[in-house]
């Protein structure tokens, strides 16, 4: 697509930012934060390869980062998405949040990419990245949609550290899923692993027997967890780079207009 040349997109998360050149959605780079210089660096690495003309991001993470990106792509434009009140693209969904600027967009873009990779499917759209969210999308027939809502909880990695930091004798390192642990590591690392597996039956419960829907999980954090989960959840899938896709599509479909 010409229109698209030399124009990027980018998921600001809060603990990785992600990018693919809009031509090429399923190819994506990661750059994760270190320290701010360790950041800028990076961002002035990704600046001098790629040359971007144009920027479409979403962002979730302090304004810091998304600063420092506006900083180094001094000569980019870029445009900020937010989720939206409803997408209407090559599908058609309305968003029930209470307020739908306050939903994060990249659970917004994350569920128009689940979305358009399951057409006609109920889904529970999962995100193991700092956070835990299981976002709900209802399909109410051919190409319409409801987001229903989504809960939230910390991610793995801060359920862990929050461990470390909040009591005097679980300065351990990671361990194993056992049915009966028997060290402090293994302890740890089964139960935020029951944590997360009991989060996402709570998002499947909600949605109910009839509903059916299809898991999908997806972030920095997804793949770690296959072998605990499948046994549970047999038929779900691991998609990478939902967020992406799902800017992609709103670019797209606002590029066509
Ligand atoms: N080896 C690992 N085990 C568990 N979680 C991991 C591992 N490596 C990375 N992660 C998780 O992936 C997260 C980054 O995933 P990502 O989806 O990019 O997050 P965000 O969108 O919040 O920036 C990290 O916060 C970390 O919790
Ligand atoms: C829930 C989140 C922290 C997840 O962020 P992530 O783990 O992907 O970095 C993010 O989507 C966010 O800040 N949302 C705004 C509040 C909301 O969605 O209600």
């Not at 990076?42 to 506006?70: G, K, M, N, W």
Request: aromatic residues 10%; glycine residues 10%; contains cysteine.
């Amino acid at each position: 697509m010409q229109a698209l040349k030399r124009t990027y997109l980018i998921d600001i998360g809060n603990s990785a930012l992600k990018w693919a050149e809009a031509t090429t959605p399923q190819n994506t780079g990661v750059i994760t934060y270190g320290d701010m210089v360790m950041l800028a660096e990076q961002v002035r690495d990704f600046y001098r390869h790629q040359r971007p003309e144009l920027i479409y991001a979403c962002t979730v993470a302090h304004s810091v980062i998304a600063s420092t990106v506006q900083q180094v792509c001094e000569r980019t434009r870029i445009e900020l998405l937010g989720s939206q009140r409803e997408f209407n693209g090559a599908f058609h969904v309305v968003n029930h949040y209470d307020d739908y600027t306050k939903l994060g967009p990249d659970r917004w873009y994350a569920a128009l990419g689940a979305v358009s990779k399951h057409p006609d499917e109920n889904l529970l759209i999962v995100q193991m990245g700092t956070a835990l969210t299981a976002d709900s999308i209802i399909c109410r027939g051919e190409g319409e949609y409801e987001y229903l809502g989504g809960r939230i909880a910390p991610g793995p990695t801060m359920m862990f550290k929050s461990l470390q930091q909040g009591t005097a004798r679980l300065h351990v390192p990671s361990g194993t899923y056992q049915t009966f642990p028997q060290n402090s590591s293994d302890g740890i690392s089964t139960g935020i692993t029951d944590c997360v597996r009991g989060f996402i039956s709570g998002g499947l419960e909600a949605m109910g027997n009839e509903a059916k829907p299809k898991l999908v999980i997806t972030g920095g954090a997804a793949h770690y967890y296959e072998k605990a989960f499948r046994q549970y959840f047999p038929d779900y899938l691991i998609e990478d780079n939902l967020v992406i896709t799902g800017l992609s599509l709103r670019i797209r479909s606002e590029n066509e207009e």
